[in-house]
């Protein structure tokens, strides 16, 4: 309860929390915050114990750290803290998207596994820099969409105002109705830095050329 609600541990010291256990659960012993605090700390350590357990059987590992800012060395050093909270001195590759601050962090924890262990960085670190293929693809077809920047700026622009507004958007459905368009869906407006959500823009908005249309017609603003 106090984990899951995001509750001060001292609530459990509350009186009018321990008079509805009274009521509720005469039988339940209400321990204090500092009882609470002892268990859910082991409970926290038994289960990292069992999470590095399973790291090394299985090869796998979860971890979300906070960053401070983007920096390469900010970054290396935070892999590095996490490398050694969990124990691994030899790490084969790391992958990371293509800016140039992740040159200095691969370079930073590339020297940091070389200190650690003679074979820290495995093969001598010739395939720890792996480029996120994704970003990559990101990259090319972004380059490819300038090709057609205008069309594309045009129907972001049109359903970005479709959107903009409950009225506006309740209007184009009204349009949508009129042209008789059977569609689960409406438009979808895109992350411009996301090229499938700018596919899944263009791919939306071309099922909906007649309703445009009409709205165009219709709304001296459009």
């Known amino acids: 309860m106090l984990i899951v609600d995001e ?5 459990v010291e509350k009186r009018d929390f321990r008079k509805f256990c009274r009521v509720g659960m005469p039988r339940f012993d209400v321990p204090s915050r500092r009882a609470i605090v002892r268990d859910i700390l082991q409970m926290y350590i038994d289960m990292k114990t069992s999470l590095m357990k399973y790291f090394r059987e299985s090869k796998r590992i979860l971890s979300f750290t906070q ?4 920096k390469g060395e900010t970054i290396g050093k935070c892999i590095e803290n996490v490398l050694l909270d ?10 990371v998207d293509n800016t140039s601050a992740n040159n200095t962090v691969i370079l930073y924890v590339k020297r940091k596994l070389t200190s650690w262990h003679r074979d820290g960085a495995i093969l001598d670190g010739k395939h720890l820099h792996l480029r996120c293929c994704a970003h990559i693809v990101n990259l090319i077809v972004n380059d490819g969409l300038k090709e057609m920047y205008d069309s594309v700026v045009a129907i972001r622009n049109a359903v970005e105002f479709v959107k903009s507004s409950p009225s506006r958007f309740n209007r184009f459905k009204k349009c949508v109705e009129h042209k008789k368009i059977q569609n689960k869906g409406l438009v979808v407006l895109d992350v411009p830095t996301r090229w499938n959500s700018t596919y899944l823009m263009l ?3 071309l099922k909906f050329v007649k309703a445009f249309d009409r709205l ?5 603003h459009y």
Do not use: M
Not at 7 to 11: A, C, G, K, R, V
Not at 67 to 70: G, K, P, Q, Y
């Open 7 to 11: 509750l001060p541990f001292i609530f």
């Open 203 to 205: 791919a939306s908005a």
């Open 67 to 70: 960053i401070s800012n983007h």
């Open 216 to 220: 165009d017609d219709e709304d001296g």
């Open 86 to 95: 969990w124990g691994i001195d030899r790490v084969f590759t790391i992958t």
